[in-house]
């Protein structure tokens, strides 16, 4: 169904605030149950580096300051604020380093947008056990993706940063579901998050607001929640609103979304399932070429030395989103560029936090390198639709004249290859090595992984908070 067709009984918005308010623990299949669990822990561990950042030692300063409310924490730190200042700043934290969890056709950051209010929620507002707060996960973790498959790629490829702009709906629906909100209310929790969504694409070439996009999502999606639960009104067909709806503003022209995506299979197809995780310390359009590299380095051994030039055939949103000549302008730009992050796999052995120090973003030998890198538009792949956005094919020339090629349609920890539950354990506890000691990250971890057990979740929080 088109922006054009009119829904035949219940708008869109109204069917996913019933899903969303209905939403129980026992409804949601055992497989999601336990696949949230650590997608969780993930965006935890994430939130959890993130705070020793400098982008989010600023707003932890800087907010610290204006506000003076001290009941809810900012993870990995000491500091309370807000609730809807410290899911700001949690949010950030969690997208803060190019860590965390990506529904790759939906182009959306889901743990960032959608963990930080509803563990406000849990910490300041409403007392939630663990299987209230897992069915209120879920909600958020479905209801923005299914906003970005409605959207489809053209969305960020036309400049808008999708995290900022299709996580207000995850972050509202969370918030909204641990508030125990009716439909009604739901609807209204929607209609206010949707309408601040915003967000620019240019963010990406080195600023730190770049990182704060998802923060943003977090804090409008609970501020929806909360003042639908106080009776104020909001958009009640915010999504497909034909004058000043969400997808007709956010689309160029109609035929660009499919409103049929918002409510299809809400119940049965669960988008928590497609989401996956990062196991390199950038953006997820640059990991499937790394993973070619890595294959070929595997079966024909080089280093930096040995290579004339790489070619990288990708989609049109790869080109646009990460295939342009690194410019030193940040660590935002050096995690987001994929010719700087090649450059960094040949000479590092690896792209992770370790090689993103400050003095990266300026190193003489990774931008040379980077620069005998291309990324060139392969219109075969872009014709594959979103779901296929990351596939890539690279193309190796060697100095010795021999050209090697490889391809890669996802990458490691995708959602067809979920990562193990050790693998991430282990991401967990490298990233929190230095705010927690073991013990607390043993208390974490059990926590997240036997959620259904426990009574009251600020326990969680208060286990978030610095030693």
Known sequence: ???????????????????VAGLACEAIP?????????????????????????????????????????????WGTALALS?????????????????DDVHRQAVLHVGAVALPPLIAVAESHAQLSGRDFLAAAVAGYEIGPRVGLCMGQEHIGQGWHSGATLGVFSAAAAAARGLALDADATVHALGIAGTQAAGL????????VKRMHAGRSAQSGLYGALLAREGFTG???????????????????????????????????????????????????????LDAIRAIQARRPFGPDAVAKIVIHGSQVTVDHVGWPYRPEG????????????????????????????????????????????????????????????????????????????????????????ASEADIVAKFRKLTRAAMAQARQDEVIELVLGIERVPDMRRLPALLRQE
């Open 201 to 208: 694409m240019a963010a990406q070439y080195g600023s730190m």
């Open 331 to 418: 660590l935002t730009a050096a995690q987001l560029n994929l010719p700087f992050c090649v450059a960094t796999l040949l000479i590092e052995g690896d792209v992770f936090v370790d090689q993103f120090k400050p003095a990266a973003v300026h190193d003489q030998a990774r931008i040379a390198l980077s620069r005998k890198v291309e990324v060139v538009h392969d219109p075969a792949v872009t014709a594959l639709g979103s779901k296929f956005r990351h596939k890539v094919t690279v193309a190796v020339h060697l100095t010795d004249g021999t050209v090697e090629h490889e391809t890669r349609e996802a990458p490691r920890g995708a959602e067809d290859d979920f």
């Open 30 to 74: 055992h497989e999601v149950r336990e696949r949230i669990k650590l997608l969780m822990l993930d965006a935890l561990g994430c939130g959890i580096f993130g705070a020793r950042q400098p982008w989010c030692a600023i707003l932890q300063e800087t907010l610290g300051r204006l506000d003076m409310t001290r009941t809810t924490s900012v």
């Open 83 to 99: 609730s809807p200042h410290a899911a700001l700043i949690n949010g950030t934290q969690v997208q803060g380093f190019e860590l």
């Open 235 to 289: 958009i009640i067909d915010v999504l497909e609103a034909p004058y000043g709806g969400f997808c007709t503003t956010f689309s160029r022209s109609t035929d660009r979304f499919n409103l049929a995506e918002l409510s299809a299979g809400l119940g049965e197809r669960f988008e928590t399932l497609r989401i996956a995780l990062k196991f390199y310390s950038c953006v997820a359009s640059n990991h499937t070429s």
């Open 1 to 19: 169904m088109l922006a054009s067709e009119p829904a035949t009984d219940k708008s869109h918005t109204r069917r996913i605030a019933e899903f």
